[in-house]
C-alpha cells in the first residue's frame, strides 16, 4: 500500500494488514516518507485507532526498524522494567541492583527528563564521573560483570521511533495509545530483554491521569510485548504526591542509596519490593509472588544491593564511595525551609506543581537540551496524612541563588495543602499479571 492508501484506509476506520504497517514503519526509519504524510497518517490513528493485531505489528515494526540487541551472551532470563514518568521516582536506581542482586541480569536503557518528570539517567550523573553514554558492548560487559547496567538508548535502536515521536511532539499525537505502546515496547522489544514489567503512574503528577486511561494503557502494554513473544505485567500505581520525599537529581541519590540500605521512604521500599518481585517472577527465578518479594527485601536490608549498586557506579567510571559517603554528591549554595502557615493535616500534596518547581530550580529540562543542575531541588519533610502545627517546615528548598529560593517556596506554600486530610489511594493501585 502506498501512504496516501494508508492514509485513506485509516482515515475511514479500516484495520490495516500487518504487512502494511510493516513496510510503512521501514519506510518512514529509510526516511523514505515525507513529514506531511507521516504526521496525516498519525493523526488518522489518533482518531480511528488501531486494533490489537495492527498496533503488536506496529511495535514490531518499530523494534526491527534498527539494530536488535543480542543478550543472549548474557546466559540468563533477563528483565527490564519501564516506568510512564513520575515526579521523585527514583525507583530503577535501587530496582536494577537489587534485582541483580538476586541473580536476575537487569540490562537497562534508559531516559533523560523532560518536563516535570526527571530522568533516570540524569540523576545517576549526579555521581561525579558517571558514564551513561556507553557502547552497546561495555554495557553489556558490565551487566556480565556486575548484574546489571543503566546505559541511554544508543540511536540505531528502534529509529522509526525516534522520527515518529518528533513529528507526534509537534502535531499533538502523543496521547494516542497505539501510538504511545508503539512507541515504548518498540524501543524495550529492540533491548533485547526477555520480559518486562511495566510500572504505569496514574494520578495529578502523571502521564494518565485517570485510572481509566491508565488501565488501558496498561493492559495494550502488556497486550503488545506478549503477541511479540515476550512475558509482561504491568501496575498501575499512585502518582498525585512525589515519591519518597527528595526531587531533584542529588537529593534522589541520597534517597535511592538510603533504600539501597534498607532505609529510604516506606512509598519508595514498596515501590521496589512490588516491582522487583514480579520481575523475579517473571524471570522464572520466583514462582511465588510473596517469596519474591521477601527476596528483594532481604538484599535492600542486607546491604547486598548497595554492594551491587557501587560496583555498577565503579564499573559506569562514577564514584562509588558516594554509597558510604553522600557527601561527595553535589549540594546547593543555598537552602531554605518552607514552613505550614497553619496547624492541621497534610491533605495534598502536588506532585505535578512540585515536579514544575523542580524544573525552575534547574533540576530538569523545559526544553530538550537544557543543562540540568544536579546539585539542586526540593526535599519533602511531610506526606500527605501527616498533622503539622503551624510553622513547622514541610520541606527544604536547595537553590543556586537566592532568586530561585524564593520562586520555590512561593511555589511549594501553594503545593502543599494543610487543612482536612483526604483518603489516599493505595500505592499499588492495580496489577496486570498473568
Ligand atoms: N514515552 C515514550 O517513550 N513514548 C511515548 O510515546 C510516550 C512516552
Not at 506496529?58 to 543478550?71: E, F
Not at 523542580?358 to 519533602?380: E, F, K, M, P, T
Request: include cysteine; charge should be negative; proline fraction near 5%.
Amino acid at each position: 500500500m502506498t501512504t496516501l492508501e494508508m492514509i485513506e484506509e485509516k482515515k475511514r476506520g479500516a484495520v490495516l494488514p500487518a504487512a502494511a504497517i510493516r513496510a510503512w514503519v521501514h519506510q518512514v526509519a529509510r526516511g523514505e516518507v515525507p513529514d506531511y504524510q507521516a504526521s496525516a497518517f498519525l493523526m488518522a490513528v489518533y482518531f480511528q485507532g488501531m486494533n490489537g493485531d495492527e498496533t503488536a505489528a506496529y511495535t514490531r515494526a518499530i523494534a526491527d526498524s534498527g539494530q536488535m540487541l543480542d543478550l543472549s551472551p548474557l546466559g540468563s532470563r533477563t528483565v527490564d522494567k519501564h516506568s510512564t514518568g513520575g515526579v521523585g521516582d527514583k525507583t530503577s536506581l535501587v530496582l536494577a541492583p537489587a534485582v541483580a542482586a538476586c541473580g536476575v541480569p537487569v540490562p537497562m536503557l534508559s531516559g533523560r527528563g523532560l518536563g516535570h518528570t526527571g530522568g533516570t539517567l540524569d540523576k545517576l550523573e549526579a555521581i561525579p564521573g558517571f558514564r551513561a553514554e556507553l557502547p552497546i558492548h561495555e554495557f553489556l560487559r558490565i551487566v556480565q560483570q556486575v548484574g546489571c547496567a543503566i546505559v541511554g538508548q544508543t540511536p540505531n535502536l528502534a529509529p522509526a521511533d525516534r522520527i515518529l515521536y518528533s513529528l507526534r511532539d509537534v502535531t499533538g499525537t502523543v496521547d494516542s495509545i497505539p501510538l504511545i505502546v508503539g512507541s515504548i515496547v518498540g524501543k524495550k522489544l529492540a533491548a533485547g530483554p526477555d520480559a518486562f514489567v511495566y510500572d504505569v503512574k496514574v494520578g495529578a503528577g502523571a502521564f494518565m491521569r485517570t485510572l481509566e486511561d491508565a488501565r488501558l494503557l496498561g493492559h495494550a502494554l502488556v497486550r503488545a510485548t506478549r503477541a511479540n513473544g515476550k512475558s509482561a505485567s504491568a501496575l498501575l500505581t499512585a502518582m498525585d504526591a512525589p515519591l519518597g520525599q527528595a526531587i531533584g537529581n542529588a537529593l534522589e541519590v541520597v534517597e535511592a542509596i538510603e533504600s539501597l540500605r534498607g532505609g529510604g521512604p516506606a512509598d519508595l521500599r514498596e515501590l521496589v519490593v512490588e516491582l522487583g518481585g514480579e520481575m523475579l517472577r517473571l524471570s522464572g527465578t520466583e514462582s511465588d509472588a510473596a517469596t519474591a518479594r521477601a527476596r528483594i527485601g532481604r538484599v535492600l536490608d542486607s546491604g547486598r544491593a548497595a554492594e551491587v549498586f557501587a560496583q555498577m557506579v565503579a564499573a559506569q567510571g562514577g564514584d562509588p564511595h558516594v554509597v558510604d559517603d553522600v557527601a561527595l554528591l553535589p549540594t546547593a549554595p543555598v537552602t531554605q525551609e518552607v514552613r505550614a502557615q497553619e496547624a492541621g493535616g497534610v491533605s495534598w500534596i502536588d506532585a505535578r506543581a512540585l515536579g514544575d518547581a523542580a524544573v525552575a530550580l534547574g533540576a530538569g529540562r523545559a526544553r530538550v537540551g537544557d543543562v540540568l543542575n544536579h546539585s539542586v531541588g526540593i526535599q519533602l519533610l511531610v506526606k500527605p496524612g501527616d498533622r503539622v502545627e503551624r510553622g513547622e517546615p514541610l520541606a527544604v528548598v536547595h537553590a543556586a541563588s537566592g532568586e530561585a529560593l524564593r520562586q520555590a517556596t512561593e511555589a511549594i506554600s501553594t503545593a502543599v495543602a494543610v487543612g482536612d486530610p483526604a483518603a489516599a489511594r493505595p500505592l499499588i493501585v492495580e496489577r496486570i499479571s498473568p
